[in-house]
């Protein structure tokens, strides 16, 4: 039984990541800019909130996160561990977390800080395209679909992520330094966190994460 959080800017690889992850060891992917995002397509009041602040590249308010994720890890899909994907975010969504998961008697397993230059970040948000109808997600030169512009597992046509326009990615990078950044030291205090370098292809970034997880 494994709890494990991604932490990490924004495109460092945090989802890729994550479907592998999820994959071979079998751990429920929670990612709360999937489901911002899935509440923003079905027009939902949690939507329209989310959305204001995430086509200006900043963070939803801490309360609303806090709730959203604290209510979906009680459905019974969770009670054998999870992989949480952009959560917490925030030193308060953190703290709010810990209490949360103590009060449970419950602990996180670790947290995985995968970092990369913010070069190598711009080039990976702007050259990002997700399919609308599955979800998976490519890039136009690292790891582009079989046809352009083209989901290979649905046939769907690919489209850019609204917030993955370079100003908007440069916003975000921002925010990450002032307001994400800080968990790092946060996660060092209690001795759950271990490095990552996001830099090099996704099945040398993976094989790192498997020698930190285990078999
Ligand atoms: P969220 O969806 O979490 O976005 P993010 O953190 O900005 O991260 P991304 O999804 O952009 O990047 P990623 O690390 O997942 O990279 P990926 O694997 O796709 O959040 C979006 C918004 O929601 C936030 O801005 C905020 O408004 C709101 N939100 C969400 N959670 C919140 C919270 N807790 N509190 C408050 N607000 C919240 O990879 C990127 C690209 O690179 C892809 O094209 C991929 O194919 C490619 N790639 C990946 N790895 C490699 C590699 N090793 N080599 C080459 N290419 C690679
Ligand atoms: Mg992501």
Not at 164 to 189: C, F, H, M, N, W
């Amino acid at each position: 039984m494994k709890r494990v959080v991604l932490l990490g800017p924004p495109g460092v690889g945090k989802g890729t990541q994550a479907e592998l992850i999820s994959e071979k060891y079998n751990m429920l992917h929670i990612s709360t800019g999937d489901i911002f995002r899935a509440n923003i397509k079905e027009g939902t009041p949690l939507g329209k909130t989310a959305k204001e602040y995430m086509e200006k590249g900043l963070l939803v308010p801490d309360e609303l996160v806090c709730d959203l994720v604290e209510d979906r890890l009680t459905w019974d899909d969770c009670k054998d561990g999870y992989l949480l994907d952009g959560f917490p975010r925030t030193v308060y969504q953190a703290e709010r977390f810990d209490s949360w998961l103590k009060s449970r008697g419950e602990d996180l397993s670790v947290v995985l800080d995968i970092q990369a230059s913010d070069e190598l970040l711009i080039g990976r948000a702007t050259g990002r395209r997700v399919c609308p109808a599955c979800g998976k997600t490519y890039h136009i030169v690292s790891n582009p679909p079989k046809t352009e512009g083209i989901c290979d597992n649905c046939g769907t046509a690919l489209i850019q992520r609204a917030d993955d326009a370079e100003e908007t990615v440069k916003k975000r990078l921002k925010v990450y330094q002032d307001q994400t950044s800080p968990l790092i030291e946060y996660y060092t205090g209690t001795g759950k966190i271990a490095e990552v370098d996001g830099a090099p292809g996704l099945m040398e970034v993976f094989e790192q994460i498997c020698a930190l997880l285990g078999e």
